[in-house]
C-alpha cells in the first residue's frame, strides 16, 4: 500500500516562489511516473506536471511551463515541484499521484495513489 504525503505549500506574493514535495512510502516508487496536479476552488482538478520513473522524461502543462519544475529523488522516495513566478491563477491545493507504469504519459491517463494534497495561495 503507497501513501504520498505532500508539503511544501504556504502563501506568497505574486512572482514569488515555493518548494513542493511530495514523500511516499512503498519499495517500488522508482518503478513509476509520479504527477502533480491541482484544484482550485470551484474548479475541476487540472494536471499540472509529470515525471517519469527515472526523471528523464518530463511534461508540464502550457499554463505552467517554464515557470514550474518538476524533480525527484528517487532514493529519498520523494517528487518535488519547484513552482516559480507565481501568479494568482496558480492558487490551488496541489495534489501528487502515482501514475500506472513508470512512463512520463501514464500518470496522466490513471491514477493508482493520491496525496493529502497542499495549499498553495498567491496573492496579487
Known amino acids: 500500500q503507497v501513501q504520498l504525503v505532500e508539503s511544501g505549500g504556504g502563501l506568497v506574493q505574486a512572482g514569488g516562489s515555493l518548494r513542493l514535495s511530495c514523500a511516499a512510502s512503498?519499495?517500488?516508487?522508482?518503478?513509476?511516473?509520479m504527477g502533480w496536479f491541482r484544484q482550485a476552488p470551484g474548479k475541476k482538478r487540472e494536471f499540472v506536471a509529470a515525471?517519469?520513473?527515472?526523471?528523464?522524461?518530463?511534461y508540464y502543462a502550457d499554463s505552467v511551463k517554464g515557470r514550474f519544475t518538476i524533480s525527484r529523488d528517487n532514493a529519498k522516495n520523494t517528487v518535488y515541484l519547484q513552482l516559480n513566478s507565481l501568479k494568482p491563477e496558480d492558487t490551488a491545493v496541489y495534489y501528487c499521484?502515482?501514475?500506472?507504469?513508470?512512463?512520463?504519459?501514464?500518470?496522466?491517463?490513471?491514477?493508482?495513489?493520491w496525496g493529502q494534497g497542499t495549499q498553495v495561495t498567491v496573492s496579487s
Open positions: 515525471i517519469s520513473r527515472g526523471g528523464a522524461a518530463t
Open positions: 499521484a502515482q501514475g500506472t507504469t513508470g512512463q512520463v504519459m501514464s500518470v496522466m491517463e490513471a491514477q493508482d495513489y
Open positions: 512503498g519499495r517500488t516508487f522508482s518503478s513509476y511516473a
